[in-house]
């Protein structure tokens, strides 16, 4: 009984020791914060007409249901965030990340009403006014850009630093949230669009960080980050609705703060 006993202590330890390992997988809690700047991609923005526009003494009506588009260009932005995460001695980390990113228009272009291209025409044809051969045309009024897109997002993302035996790690990562896109469009000083819509997004993640001591690193990320459908905008002009494409490269720098673990 006493050898038994002894044996069973012995397995119970053995056991305890084999679990230290696992235990001491867990590198511990971070937060970061990080800035740069946001490239974003053009705009196919298409939508419709919600309601029928009734002809006037100059330009005939357009019916409900008449598919709309023009292409945006917008200027180069700027994106902020943090990160609150938890990182593993096994490469791997997890972390809740809120962003921000907002970027001004640089242009409008392409305007077609039922597929039919209007830049050349009389921009009366879109404000019901009277034509006149002073007016500006379409492609005009809207080349003048003016605007911004803003974008808030929360994201759940997943990480792999590649352990490299020193305090330079590359990383991959990948995540998925949910993102608001704020459309301002006002070409001419002419408000166009003014509304916002939230959908699903993800974004996939490579970079390098440095260990400058124990709890502190800097890092350098690119960012490839796109919602999932377009954001629906009513516009103020016209009765219609507009979807607006949002998709951006991030190029940031931040620093992680780690607490406790190893």
């Known amino acids: 009984m006493?050898?038994?006993r002894i044996t069973t202590l012995s397995c119970g330890a053995a056991l305890g020791l084999a679990a230290l390992p696992t235990a001491a997988l867990a590198d511990g809690p971070y937060i970061g914060l990080s800035g740069g700047v946001a490239l974003p991609e053009d705009s196919e923005?298409?939508?419709q007409i919600d309601e029928a526009i009734p002809a006037t003494d100059d330009f005939g009506a357009i019916a409900a249901d008449t598919p709309l588009a023009w292409e945006t260009e917008f200027d180069t932005g700027f994106a902020i965030s943090g990160q609150v995460g938890y990182a593993f001695d096994n490469?791997?980390?997890?972390?809740?990340?809120?962003?921000?990113?907002?970027?001004?228009?640089?242009?409008?272009?392409?305007?077609?009403v039922g597929g039919t291209d209007i830049d050349t025409v009389d921009s009366a044809?879109?404000?019901?006014?009277?034509?006149?051969?002073?007016?500006?045309?379409?492609?005009?009024?809207?080349?003048?850009?003016?605007?911004?897109?803003?974008?808030?997002?929360?994201?759940?993302?997943?990480?792999?630093?590649?352990?490299?035996g020193s305090g330079f790690k590359p990383y991959v990562g990948a995540g998925l949230g949910y993102q608001w896109?704020?459309?301002?469009?006002?070409?001419?000083?002419?408000?166009?669009?003014?509304?916002?819509?939230?959908?699903?997004?993800?974004?996939?993640?490579?970079?390098?960080?440095?260990?400058?001591?124990?709890?502190?690193?800097?890092?350098?990320?690119y960012t490839y980050r796109a919602t999932t459908e377009d954001a629906d905008i009513p516009l103020t002009l016209l009765p219609a609705?507009?979807?607006?494409?949002?998709?951006?490269?991030i190029v940031s720098a931040g620093v992680r703060v780690k607490f406790g673990g190893d």
């Not at 019901?128 to 003048?144: K, Y």
């Not at 509304?195 to 890092?219: N, P, V």
């Open 241 to 249: 609705t507009l979807g607006v494409e949002s998709s951006q490269s």
């Open 125 to 164: 044809i879109l404000t019901r006014g009277a034509a006149d051969a002073a007016n500006p045309t379409v492609g005009a009024v809207i080349a003048d850009g003016q605007g911004q897109v803003s974008n808030f997002g929360l994201f759940g993302n997943v990480f792999y630093d590649i352990q490299t």
């Open 45 to 47: 923005n298409s939508g």
């Open 91 to 112: 490469g791997l980390r997890v972390e809740l990340e809120g962003a921000y990113s907002e970027y001004g228009v640089d242009t409008h272009s392409g305007l077609t």
């Open 181 to 221: 896109v704020d459309v301002e469009y006002s070409p001419s000083d002419v408000s166009v669009a003014d509304d916002d819509d939230g959908s699903f997004a993800y974004q996939l993640m490579a970079g390098a960080s440095y260990e400058l001591s124990s709890s502190t690193e800097l890092f350098g990320q």
């Open 2 to 4: 006493q050898k038994l």
